[in-house]
């Protein structure tokens, strides 16, 4: 489909004359759906669109996934003349529910997919306007064309819940428990970047070289791990260490050979201090600081000029 999403939607609007507004939904409504960023994305695109047509309206959200509403559950159907169900498979009881709750409204479809025509999940709605539907005009997937916000950070994540040699003195549980709910709030783009390698898995890098190369793209790395930190300079990727052995062990050892600041001892850990060599690290001083310490490092351990 060649036209805009503003005029494809003003467009039913306009055909239908249906005052009043619009509901929009999803399987990022449902309690128990799931959320997907595609789905989230083709939920920006039309509720973007209906803001630039002048629509009223609201998305609606699983309440597992956005607590802070607006819910489908509390949408009450007297309070809308146009349900829109954007992206996913018009497929399950969910939206054989959906159809008995908001049968008042007029009920459309958009940039989703059609299993089966004759089901009661597609043949309830009014319109369909699908990204899949046989012998009928496509329209493009909503969210690739939906607006994007600036990047966010791209961070690895390497933790380890082992080296049972520290014995007494181990808190590697309780710095991933940290971490592991300070990551989840920053907004930032997450990955794993375990440094084990593995020949028989996707999961892990084969060999080292890949691993570099995995590193060498993030602008923050986040690890209880020795050869997470060094690995991480040895790119010039800032990283911001966390030290699990009480007392110190080879983590702020190495950090004190390279002088790397940015090494937080768990008996400090706590997201205030998380949150202050997170700014440091993703500062200009911070990626400068990195740099010279790849440098540093692949000259074998050659002193510094200067300090961090």
């Known amino acids: ?72 559950e509390d949408a009450r159907p007297e309070s809308y003349a146009q349900l829109l169900f954007v992206c996913g498979p018009l497929h399950g009881d969910q939206i054989l529910r959906l159809h008995e709750r908001y049968a008042a409204c007029r009920r459309t479809a958009i940039g989703v997919s059609v299993v089966d025509e004759r089901a009661p999940e597609v043949t309830g709605f009014h319109h369909v306007l699908a990204r899949d539907r046989a012998g009928a005009g496509l329209m493009a997937d909503l969210a690739g064309a939906a607006r994007s916000e600036p990047a966010r950070p791209l961070v690895g994540v390497a933790l380890t819940h082992g080296q049972g040699e520290y014995g007494a003195r181990r808190e590697h549980g309780r710095a991933a428990d940290v971490l592991g709910s300070w990551l ?88 205030r201090a998380l949150d202050d060599w997170w700014d440091w690290c993703l500062s200009s001083a911070g990626r400068e600081a990195a740099r010279r310490r790849r440098t540093l490092l692949l000259r074998g351990g050659a002193d510094l000029d200067g300090g961090p």
């Open 1 to 72: 489909m060649r036209r805009g999403l503003s005029a494809v939607l003003g467009s039913l609007l306009r055909t239908h004359a249906v005052p009043g507004r619009v509901l929009v939904t999803g399987w990022f409504s449902f309690r128990d759906g799931e959320v997907t960023a595609g789905d989230a994305l083709a939920a920006r695109a039309v509720s973007d669109a209906l803001g630039r047509s002048g629509v009223s309206h609201d998305v609606a959200w699983s309440p597992v996934f956005a607590p802070d509403g607006p819910a489908l």
């Open 184 to 271: 989840a709030a920053k907004d930032c783009a997450r990955v794993e970047a375990d440094t084990r390698l593995a020949r028989d898995t996707w999961r892990l890098c084969r060999t080292p070289d890949q691993y570099l190369s995995l590193v060498g793209r993030l602008d923050l790395m986040v690890t209880d791990r020795l050869h997470g930190m060094v690995l991480a300079l040895r790119t010039g990727v800032p990283v911001l260490a966390v030290d699990p052995v009480r007392g110190g062990a080879k983590v702020s050892a190495q950090a004190r050979v390279v002088r790397w600041p940015a090494v937080v001892p768990c008996e400090d850990l706590s997201p």
